[in-house]
């Protein structure tokens, strides 16, 4: 039973396209997150939302944008995509409670070709 | 500035040799660490909080905040420990965590 799961897990398409990655936990968490790693394998945050509202946007650019109907679901729509955006992108969630880490999906690889 | 330093790319050990993985914080408040793993295309799992004190998978951290470090260890090293290994500091208002740059553990038969 899979706590945080995301799809699609591989994503290729090309340059200009839009397209979508879905995020679901079923862990009852309050607040849920993307995290961007490079292809140098470094983890940034980029957005944090709870109980539905953005808390978190951390410099990404505005064709990125989160969607979030419901705690459970935290989803991410990249508008216009660019070769730069190929990365694994994971979604998380926490309870966000003192000693609380977070609980990561196994991650989307995007490839912008 | 919040920061999380981990000065180690890489790290190689032979089976059975200590390892230590560096890590060092930068932060005014109250620091809340993690170690977390992440398994040759898995995802990222949760290792050590320095909240809890525990002990995983025989490794250890302890915070040490005249230093400000959380370094990681094991005594004996084993090939399944092979992996990325991120160091995190939650930044308390915000619930945000962030990431060090990560040390590749390759550990040697």
């Known amino acids: 039973d899979t706590a945080v799961s995301q799809t699609p897990k591989y994503l290729v398409t090309q340059m200009g396209n839009d397209k979508s990655i879905k995020c679901e936990q079923n862990?009852?968490?309050?607040?849920m997150y993307w995290y961007k790693q490079d292809s140098k394998k470094f983890l940034k945050i980029m957005f944090s939302y709870n109980n539905k509202e953005l808390i978190i946007n951390e410099t990404v650019p505005n064709r990125f944008s989160p969607k979030s109907p419901d705690k459970a679901h935290l989803n991410l729509h990249i508008n216009s995509l660019e070769l730069g955006d190929s990365a694994v992108y994971f979604c998380?969630?926490?309870?966000?409670?003192?000693?609380?880490?977070?609980?990561f999906g196994s991650g989307t690889r995007l490839t912008v070709v | 500035a919040q920061r999380v330093t981990q000065p180690e790319k890489l790290l190689s050990v032979f089976k059975g040799a200590p390892v230590e993985l560096k890590c060092n914080y930068s932060?005014?408040?109250?620091?809340?660490l993690f170690w977390y793993v992440q398994y040759s295309r898995q995802r990222l799992q949760l290792l050590l909080r320095h909240i809890s004190r525990e002990s995983i998978k025989g490794f250890t951290a302890d915070l040490n905040k005249g230093e400000t470090s959380f370094h990681l260890k094991k005594p004996f090293a084993q090939e399944e420990d092979s992996a990325m290994y991120y160091c995190a500091l939650r930044v308390g208002n915000t619930d945000k965590l962030i990431f060090g740059t990560g040390t590749r553990l390759q550990v040697f038969p």
């Open positions: 862990l009852g968490h309050d607040t």
């Open positions: 998380a969630s926490s309870q966000g409670t003192r000693g609380a880490g977070y609980t």
């Open positions: 932060y005014s408040g109250s620091p809340e």
